[in-house]
């Protein structure tokens, strides 16, 4: 072998060869000639002790809150370009709830009377400090255009937002008599719960266009025979949780235009538990637990276009949760070995996903790149990336047969 491959090893019996390394033609015929990918990179631990929550992830960069043992929590950031970690926050307050897209991460600091929002510009190094008051600023969601974020006070809640673009914010609705929480955020586009604090009665999920204005649109209302949770809003189309008290079963609902109103469900069949649901652009994964068998368990995807429901998995005795979605691609993580491990499913082929750690969770996607953690169930404290965007590798070789030999270069399509 002249070159080695860029984004793998080439393997003999298990072992890698190295530059000058040689194989036969019985070696590739008894199958002892093997490739291994390395699509699995260690991210370098920069300090930290303890993970503090899920990391996230944007194309090739990702974002995490970590003990960076002084303790307190603080943002580290990952660029994928560079490879490189930076420890973003360094003080002595709990840094926690990163997000992130593209370069940009926004997070929630304890810093101030109560807690702040935050920004970090990955390209340009710059923090910009969002919010600045006496209340609770939390939950902070970002898109490429916009930052949203619940606005605590003591009795109730607004959703607050921030223009990336020309850095001015606002209210959705600062009055007082709504208590509104759990907020998500696609582009333009928010959803969030509304607790209605008059007899007047408006309880639901809620959705609002940053850019249009106006006033609020209710997508569900509350109803004493069901309750309703707010999963996420991919676009316009706002997806839910529907638990029916009666029956303990529990559907999926989404609303893919809520300008015009009515909603869709994936299943409404009574037999079926529909929970662990997470919404992607395109497409909404959820875990199917049936009822009176198991015939039909298993992790599932539902494509918003077509209208089609695709059985992943067929087994629930793991015990999985879902964890990433990013168009097709599922991530999620179990402990069918006895330990919690990562598992991916892309191009319709389930596969396991491993760093080398003894327990690995929270899988995280973008496309098809992926992030999740790694340790001891007493210590997580490592942090792994998928790189899923290398579809091919190369390496150089020379054959020869004693008196003649030729030289080339050999492709490896990744699958």
Do not use: C
Not at 8 to 14: A, D, I, P
Not at 77 to 91: A, I, K, L, R
Not at 143 to 158: C, G, L, N, P, V
Not at 259 to 267: A, C, E, L, R, Y
């Amino acid at each position: 072998m002249t070159s080695l491959p860029k984004a793998g090893s080439l393997l003999l019996n298990g072992s890698p060869l190295a530059a000058g390394g040689t194989f036969t033609q019985a070696d590739i015929d008894s199958s002892r000639i093997s490739y291994q990918q390395k699509a699995v990179k260690p991210i370098a631990s920069a300090g930290q002790l303890n993970l503090s929550g899920p990391p996230k992830i944007s194309g090739a960069n990702a974002v995490w809150a970590a003990d960076d043992g002084t303790g307190d929590s603080e943002i580290f950031f990952y660029n994928g370009g560079t490879g490189s970690v930076t420890q973003v926050t360094n003080n002595g307050v709990n840094d926690t709830l990163p997000q992130i897209s593209g370069s940009n991460v926004v997070w929630k600091s304890d810093t101030g009377t109560a807690a702040e929002i935050y920004l970090y510009n990955g390209s340009t190094g710059v923090t910009t400090r969002v919010t600045n008051n006496s209340i609770e600023d939390t939950n902070p969601q970002i898109s490429d255009t916009f930052i949203a974020w619940q606005k605590q006070y003591t009795t109730e809640s607004d959703v607050g937002y921030y223009r990336l673009s020309t850095g001015t914010s606002g209210t959705i609705d600062g009055s007082i008599s709504y208590d509104d929480t759990q907020v998500k955020l696609s582009g333009t586009k928010v959803a969030f719960t509304r607790n209605d604090l008059t007899p007047a009665d408006l309880d639901g999920i809620y959705f609002y266009n940053l850019d249009g204005g106006g006033t609020p649109i209710r997508v569900a209302a509350k109803n004493a025979a069901y309750s309703d949770s707010l999963v996420g809003i991919a676009g316009s189309t706002v997806v839910w949780e529907r638990y029916y008290s009666a029956s303990s079963q529990s559907d999926i609902l989404y609303d893919s235009d809520p300008n015009v109103g009515g909603f869709n469900v994936i299943s409404n069949n009574p037999d079926f538990n529909d929970y662990n649901t997470i919404v992607s652009d395109s497409s909404i994964a959820f875990i199917r637990n049936q009822v009176l068998s198991n015939n039909f368990d298993g992790i599932y995807l539902y494509e918003f276009g077509s209208g089609n429901t695709t059985r992943i998995t067929t087994t629930l005795a793991s015990s999985p949760t879902i964890s990433g979605l990013s168009g097709s691609n599922i991530a999620w993580y179990d402990n069918s070995s006895g330990h919690y491990q990562v598992s991916l499913y892309s191009n319709g082929v389930t596969k396991p996903v491993a760093g080398g750690a003894v327990e690995e969770a929270l899988f995280a996607l973008s496309g098809a790149n992926g992030v999740w953690i790694g340790g001891t169930l007493v210590n997580f404290n490592k942090v792994f990336f998928y790189d899923g965007t290398t579809p091919s590798d190369t390496f150089g070789f020379t054959v020869s047969d004693g008196s003649l030999s030729t030289s080339g270069t050999f492709n490896v399509t990744i699958s």
